[in-house]
Structure formats: structure tokens, C-alpha cells
């Protein structure tokens, strides 16, 4: 079964304009975190914003806001005011806790490739 | 503050062959990781080092795959007798260890674009 699932294989949105990328998750860990990235067509993986499981308000980091809905194993990506460099592939992407707690590694999606138009 | 660096940053090579990826990650950071990702799809692990201990390997990982990371800096992924379908971007990442119950976000090199002739 798919831990990480992102259903917008591509979305587009117009500049200036507020967009979301879904994603929802699948973990019976009770400790886990979730990560959005951004690749641009050059290729670098780039962090956007953190939330994890126990913490009580969404993220926010500048235009991005995290839509952590627990109860629904949601955690969308809302990016305001969409910017023509916004376009890239978007990945969520999770960190269980996994056996002996010392499990760090992220667990990703297949992306959401978001299109800025003018 | 230097990122994440990581060479080569293309690679070419007949099949069969043995290829080396060099990974130097942030260097206060003693977590690092290896991911491997095709075309289309997210990042999949491979495999994680804490300092120069090698902590968990992906099923991904056959006998043909190995890592090391010995001296806790910088990490080496090797390929031996590389397959068409090893061809795929490597991707590098390292974090720190401060932080509560790994909060911490990884950092991703600029990957090695792997392709088999």
C-alpha cells in the first residue's frame, strides 16, 4: 500500500493566484513527520516546510502553509500568492519512527508537477 | 554555509561496468542518507549512516550496491556490474542530530544522473 499519496499528477495555476497540493498519508506510527520538497527542472531537492505529528498548529513558512488535517492522514501544501518561479515538481514526502527509534528515513510520493502561468 | 555537494554530477557507462559516487554533506551534519530516483517518481531509500555507522539498507540495495561513510564526513556509493535498470539520479542528504524525534529536514545534494548504454 502506497504510505505516501499525492492524486494530482499535475496542476496549474495562474500568477498571483493561491493553489493547494494534496497529499495524504498511511502510518500506524504515532511519531512521524512530514516534509514538503520543490525540484525544478534543474534537479535540486529543495525543503519547504516541516509538520509533525504532535505539533498543534499548522506550519507556515512565508507563502507556504501546511493544511494538517490528523483525523484525515492529510497534510496539504497551500503556496499564496503563486509566483511564475513556483513552477517545479512538489513531493510530500514522511519520517517514521520506525523499529529501535532511530529510523529517520523519508518515505516520498510521486509529486505534483505545478505549472505558474502569467 | 556549502550544501550538500556530490560527484559526479553525470555519469555514463557501458553495462557491466563499476561506477563510484563521492557525497560530501553539510559538514556538521553526522546523518546521511543515499536515495535513488527514476524517471516520474519520488526519491526511494537506499540506504542511512549515522557517523561512520551504516544503520539501515533498503531491500533496493542488492549485493550489487554497497556504501561507506569511513570517517563519519564524506560517503562513497558503488555500483558493480551495473544493469540498464540502474540507470536513475542518486541523490545525497544529510541532517543534523539536534532536534526533537528527527524534526529535522534533510538537505539534498544536486544527485548523480546515472545512465547505462
Known amino acids: 500500500a502506497q504510505k505516501i499519496t499525492q492524486t494530482q499528477p499535475g496542476m496549474f495555476v495562474q500568477e498571483k493566484e493561491a493553489v493547494t497540493l494534496d497529499c495524504t498519508y498511511d502510518?500506524?506510527?504515532?511519531?512521524?513527520?512530514l516534509f514538503w520538497y520543490k525540484q525544478p527542472s534543474s534537479g535540486e531537492m529543495i525543503f519547504l516546510i516541516y509538520?509533525?505529528?504532535?505539533?498543534?498548529q499548522n506550519a507556515t513558512e512565508g507563502r507556504y502553509s501546511l493544511n494538517f488535517q490528523k483525523a484525515r492522514k492529510s497534510a496539504n501544501l497551500v503556496i499564496s500568492a503563486s509566483q511564475l518561479g513556483d513552477s517545479a515538481m512538489y513531493f510530500c514526502a514522511m519520517r517514521e519512527r520506525g523499529s529501535g527509534g532511530s529510523n529517520y528515513k523519508l518515505t516520498f510520493g510521486k509529486g505534483t508537477l505545478l505549472t505558474v502561468n502569467p | 554555509d556549502t550544501g550538500v555537494s556530490q560527484d559526479p554530477r553525470h555519469k555514463i557507462t557501458k553495462r557491466g561496468q563499476n561506477v563510484t559516487f563521492r557525497c560530501d554533506p553539510i559538514s556538521e551534519h553526522n546523518r546521511l542518507y543515499w536515495y535513488r530516483q527514476t524517471l516520474g517518481q519520488g526519491p526511494e531509500f537506499l540506504t542511512y549512516f549515522q557517523n561512520e555507522a551504516q544503520l539501515e539498507k533498503s531491500r533496493l540495495l542488492s549485493d550489487r550496491f554497497s556504501a561507506e561513510r569511513p570517517k563519519g564526513s564524506f560517503s562513497t556509493l558503488e555500483i558493480q556490474r551495473t544493469e540498464q535498470g540502474d540507470s536513475a539520479m542518486y541523490l545525497c542528504?544529510?541532517?543534523?542530530?539536534?532536534?526533537?524525534?528527527?524534526?529535522?529536514?534533510?538537505?539534498f545534494g544536486d544527485g548523480t544522473r546515472l545512465s547505462i548504454l
Open positions: 502510518t500506524s506510527d504515532p511519531s512521524y513527520g
Open positions: 542528504a544529510s541532517s543534523p542530530t539536534r532536534g526533537v524525534g528527527g524534526n529535522q529536514p534533510q538537505h
Open positions: 509538520q509533525g505529528s504532535y505539533d498543534q
